[in-house]
């Protein structure tokens, strides 16, 4: 790569909220730019998990170098750093914007300013990015693009009125982004004679490469051969190979400097130590600090896995090492449940986190997984001074032991049109949530401010807010801390035995209600067997809901017609196939679903 | 000489019945005569490969057969005469369902040599009868019985169906009253069971189903009502008289060999399963290009049944008789004890009072009714 001039090169990012058309546009400005013919698109390429394609959501940042001849004759260097777009996510939208000098704020013509993109912009701002807005999605009967530009400059606060208008969906108005990207974010500043300051925003696991890790260098030169350093996590190694992003693939070139976004590799084997957010230094000589912000990220939800095949636990194993591989912030370590037999109780940043995790391990290593009720990480102060971090509810200490309990609440931010605030404010309320403020927005939204406990928002908020406000609510949080609470253990007992697998803890108010529907639940889910099976819900051996699954008695195939004995045969292997699939507890056969169940507790 | 049982497949239907999922269709007259005569072709492929067999019983299955002219049926039953090996006096079975049948038709089938009838009648209500979507009602019924009774026939099979939708045990109750009073030899009670792919089954949230209480209570009349008048219950869901089971039915269950001709028609032979093809054109083409050299020619989804399937089958199969399945027929024929291969599950099932185990092994009243669950454990792997 020939020297870049530094005042060529524009690094930027798209802030907006989920579905406003953020991965659209990126697709849009590459496909501009003459790097791809549109054949050569695949729908929205940044996204390129197969996962992330399908829910619609960016999942692991993705990056694009690509190149702009611009109207005034002069070719640009844009860096697009595509972010995660969730908020279970959020240290890495962090550092991504870290690595940028501006933002394009994409919002939807028809729904305007919505929670996470306030939260996004915010968080760029924080960050001292430029910002400037676009109008997507104006062809659509319901745009108010005048509407939406007074709301960007009332709430935001930044000016909107020539942003420009735009269908990434129809690629109109692409080329005034383009122009706008040159004109108005800045292009970096930085001294390729400083010693070499490089923040890490994003990393890939590369099995002949070895950790491949994206960096955007704020000060001095890297290239091959250089000996680099890991300021926050000590790592060091020489580098092998450097490199930018093209669509879709990594091209080496000599050098990167002060101002340019690309990738090292060193023959790094763990992604544990380039960690999000570190500050990679030259060894032999390096810079007087570290970048700010960086933080060590800890998983808030846990929940145990565990093979539905018991043998496959090699295999479970394997796999999760492998997600990890490209996945700091998974964390999993072995245990063993009385019900479920050996598995891992993994650590995620959120809900999400934890289904893609699911599914992945479910699709791409054809893995059948038991998981367990997820839950967050309680403090348990123990009569005797010691405080433990409780992650599986099956080792909360003898209630006499424990002197009191603290769980992580959190600030919840939720945009709301104005109708559904009362509904909404209801939720928050059954939701053990402490009521902050009201601020209207304009006059048809507000944004409510809570304190919520974690716990009560992991299992079915999302999707309780979204039906109490027919999806016209948004939702952001971020952790606040913790605080003292009246937490049990629930305990459920599946033909008299307590099934550990089951247990969860829940504030006392509220363990009759979810007792009582866990073992509704658990009466759907439980087939019947030959005898009756009590389902009992228990707080500290004492019953406080039950249900029953009736006895079987009846189970026959009608005709077996003409002798077709292998249909016959079939049926009968699909039962006992059945069967393989559920977990022995005593002389219950549970199935595997039943233990996601509390997952299921979604209101009527 | 072994034995030998031929199912000859009628796939034609006035029309489709709301619960049925087995392979028929309607049929111009047409059709009908050209499956015929592959039909008859079929049969003459087949013949050479049975020398060694003897022909024991003849079912003639649908569809419904009844659709076809008596001597249409005569004349099959000549080929399969003429061409295979018939022991002196063969059960010969023909479904018949009310609404295609005349007296005339009847007779023919008679003195064609057809000894035994199976009518489907399903339910005495009228209403429910429409519900099910069969063609007749009661009255058309009662007169193909009477028919059949004067043209000859001494043993008659009356096929009910309970579990339909709208029906009460009332009802239920009064159909098979009315049908005791006729005095059948012969009674198949199956409960309705809902099949992919059926009418029924893409409509049972418009329906009202019997809810599994009276499901339960209409099975329990069945097997009260069918003993008190002399019908024993020789197999999960058929009734005789004595000396009037089923001889085809139970070859089925035995494990005996047999032959099915015609489209779609399943077969056993010694210790080989196969069916024939189940779309005409295929069908057509099997046996229009075949000269067949060994017995699964025409057919597909051959199983050459392992020594282990064959023991999962001798138990599961086995089991549908309420006589169950002998010990020593199981040592014999496989060479190793039942309970070597599944003394586990038999020791299980007996504590959960499903089955008999003695020298018979046989199940329970309550193993009858969770039949599916104890021939499920027979299954090895």
Known sequence: MAVVDQSKIRNFCIVAHIDHGKSTLADRIIEKTGLLTSREMQAQVLDNMELERERGITIKAQTVRIVYQAKDGQEYIFNLIDTPGHVDFNYEVSRSLAACDGAILVVDAAQGIEAQTLANVYLALDHDLDVFPVINKIDLPSAEPDRVKNQIEDVIGIEAQDAPMISAKNGIGIEEVLEAIVEKIPAPTGNADNPLQALIFDSVYDSYKGVIVFCRIMEGRISKGTSVKMMATGATAEVVEVGYFGAGQFIPCEELSAGMVGYFTASIKNVKDTAVGDTVTDLKNPCAEPLPGYKKVNSMVYCGMYPADGAKYPDLRDALEKLQLNDASLNYEPETSIALGFGFRCGFLGLLHLEIIQERLEREYNLDLVTTAPGVIYRVHKTNGEMIELTNPSNLPDPSEIDYMEEPIVSAEIMVTTEFIGPIMQLCQERRGRYISTEYIEATRALLKYELPLNEIIYDFFDALKSRSRGYASFDYEMKGYEESKLVKLDILINKEEVDALSFIVHADSAYERGRRMCEKLKDEIPRHLFEIPIQAAVGGKVIARETVRAMRKDVLAKCYGGDITRKKKLLEKQKEGKKRMRQVGNVEIPQSAFMSVLKLDEN | ?381
């Open chain 2, 1 to 381: 000489m072994r034995e030998l049982s031929l199912y000859v497949h009628i796939p034609f239907c006035v029309q489709k019945c709301r619960y049925c999922d087995f392979l028929s269709y309607q049929a111009s007259v047409q059709e009908k005569e050209e499956y015929v005569k592959l039909l008859m072709q079929e049969i003459v492929l087949q013949a050479p490969l049975y020398r060694q067999h003897q022909v024991i019983s003849v079912f003639f299955g649908g569809g419904t057969p009844s659709v076809l002219d008596g001597e249409i049926i005569e004349k099959i039953l000549c080929k399969l005469k003429e061409t295979f090996v018939f022991e002196s006096n063969p059960e010969i079975t023909i479904e018949v369902n009310p609404g295609t049948i005349t007296e005339e038709k009847l007779k023919i089938f008679f003195a064609a040599g057809v000894n035994r009838l199976s009518i489907g009648l399903q339910s005495a209500n009228d209403e429910e009868l429409r519900c099910l979507g069969r063609i007749h009602d009661y009255k058309t019924f009662l007169e193909t019985y009477e028919w059949a009774r004067k043209a000859g026939f001494q043993n008659i099979n009356i096929d009910l169906m309970s579990a339909i939708p709208g029906q009460s045990e009332q009802s239920y109750r009064e159909t098979l009253m009315k049908v005791l009073a006729l005095q059948p030899e012969h009674i198949s009670a199956y409960s309705l069971i809902l099949e992919e792919g059926t009418w029924f089954y893409d409509h049972q949230k418009e329906l009202v189903f019997p809810t599994e209480e009276e499901d339960r209570a209409f099975y329990e009349l069945t097997g009260q009502m069918l003993s008190d008048k002399g019908y024993h219950r020789y197999e999960i869901s058929n009734y005789a008289k004595e000396g009037y089971e089923c001889l085809h039915n139970k070859v089925y269950w035995k494990r005996g060999d047999y032959l099915g001709l015609g489209l779609g028609a399943a077969s056993m032979v010694e210790e080989v399963r196969w069916n024939n093809k189940r779309t005409m054109e295929e069908y057509k083409e099997a046996v229009q290009n075949n000269k067949i050299l060994q017995r699964t020619d025409l057919g597909e989804n051959i199983e050459y049944l392992t020594q282990e399937e064959q023991m999962e089958e001798f138990m599961f199969l086995g089991l549908r008789l309420t006589e169950g399945v002998r010990k020593s027929d199981f040592k014999q024929k496989f060479g190793i004890p039942m309970e070597t291969v599944y003394g586990e599950v038999l020791e299980k099932m007996q504590q959960e009072g499903l089955l008999v185990v003695e020298e018979s092994v046989y199940l329970t009243a309550y193993g009858m009714d969770v039949s599916n669950y104890v021939m499920a454990q027979f299954l090895l792997n």
